[in-house]
């Protein structure tokens, strides 16, 4: 039986195979049935339209737990893409503050 390094509820950075780095939540963990590793599901939001999207069978080399500045500005992208019903970059680049703050930390948000 495998062991979980990560929790529901986790906010982590995901580094998929082409280098592009996404923050989000853990929203389950399962095992891989052949190589009886670890696997989880994270939610984010795209970056591109701003929905909520599910990475499914993660590995969990893939995945390191966010720092404290940046659990503030996923949960900054979430409630402002949740408040306004749009893609959350575009509202961040009416309010220089945050997009300073985010471009500061390197997000997903900027990152394509």
Same mark, same amino acid.
């Given at each position: ?6 929790? *529901?509820? #986790?906010?982590?950075?995901? &580094? @998929?195979?082409? =280098?592009?780095?996404? &923050? ?5 963990? #399962? ?5 009886? *590793?670890?696997?989880?599901?994270? #939610? ?5 339209? =701003?929905? !909520? ?6 590995? !969990?080399?893939?995945? !390191?737990?966010? &720092? ?16 306004? =019903? *749009? ?6 680049? @009416?309010?220089?503050?945050? *997009? ?11 990152? @394509?």
């Amino acid at each position: 039986m495998a062991r979980y390094k990560f929790n *529901k509820g #986790d906010k982590v950075k995901v &580094t @998929q195979r082409n =280098g592009r780095v996404l &923050t989000g939540v853990v929203s389950g963990a #399962d095992t891989n049935l052949c190589t009886f *590793k670890p696997e989880y599901f994270v #939610d984010y939001n795209s970056p591109i339209d =701003g929905h !909520e999207q599910t990475l499914m069978c993660v590995p !969990e080399e893939a995945i !390191e737990l966010c &720092t404290t500045d940046e659990i503030v500005a996923v949960s900054m992208e979430v409630n402002i893409a949740r408040a306004y =019903g *749009k893609p959350y970059r575009h509202i961040i680049d @009416q309010h220089p503050a945050y *997009k300073g703050y985010l471009e500061s930390l390197g997000t997903s948000a900027y990152r @394509q």
